[in-house]
């Protein structure tokens, strides 16, 4: 109760004064990252480019740019340009910049995915919330899609080597696999369904990359393959 108190005082003092542009709200050891539209700032703490389970030695650049490039970087800096860090200008206040045809556009995009998370079922009978999931999920289909070019930066990506027998496409989509990685009981994963802004691990994976076409072609995915998204129903936002 101390803390709750002390904390309440710490943010109630910053009233009336200039905004503090250095300050964190996560430290150098939380696992996790964040976009702040106030600040149009992304903080990316030490801890998150840590893989679980696997020692940095170990990491390569199309895990790298998979698990960190894509789904933390990448994801962040799409949140600024997401339904909501959208409406926020370079200052971080709350002023529409955009011109009428780019917002029709974007509604546009963002409607289709907002379907495609609609149509996801999970423990037989519960539906993803599009409209709520929205923002994540256009974040994470930004972040596969950046990390994947700033990957196609790299000699892994150019040599096009194959290493344990997958093309360097393969393995950048297994890295960004590998990011949410994880499990969950099925009763905290209904009380998400109703709760949490994200889509559940699993659809953060499979509803991203089934929109993209480098996707597509590194797995050889056909139509009537479980991942299979005919042209006309992918999402492609930024
Ligand atoms: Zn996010």
Do not use: C
């Amino acid at each position: 109760m101390r803390s709750h108190v002390w904390a309440h005082d710490y943010e109630v003092a910053k009233l009336g004064k200039p905004v503090d542009r250095t300050e964190w709200g996560m430290t150098p050891q939380t696992y996790n990252a964040y976009y702040n539209p106030s600040n149009n700032e992304i903080v990316l703490p030490a801890a998150i480019f840590i893989i679980p389970g696997l020692a940095d030695s170990l990491a390569d650049d199309a895990i790298i740019y998979g698990y960190a490039g894509a789904s933390t970087i990448g994801h962040e800096l799409t949140h600024g340009f997401d339904d909501q860090g959208r409406q926020f200008d370079e200052k971080g206040n709350l002023r529409n910049w955009w011109n009428s045809n780019d917002e029709m556009e974007f509604n546009k995009r963002a409607k289709l995915i907002v379907k495609q998370f609609d149509e996801f079922k999970v423990l037989d009978s519960l539906t993803v919330n599009g409209e709520a999931t929205q923002g994540e999920n256009i974040a994470d289909l930004g972040g596969v899609v950046l990390g994947y070019e700033a990957f196609k930066k790299t000699e892994q990506y150019k040599s096009g080597k194959l290493i344990n027998g997958m093309t360097p496409d393969q393995r950048y989509f297994l890295g960004y696999a590998l990011s949410w990685l994880g499990h969950m009981r099925d009763e905290t994963l209904a009380m998400r369904i109703m709760t949490d802004v994200h889509a559940p691990n699993f659809l953060r994976i499979n509803g991203p990359l089934a929109n993209i076409p480098e996707f597509h072609k590194a797995f050889n995915i056909k139509e009537g393959d479980p991942m299979f998204r005919p042209d006309s129903l992918r999402v492609n936002i930024w």
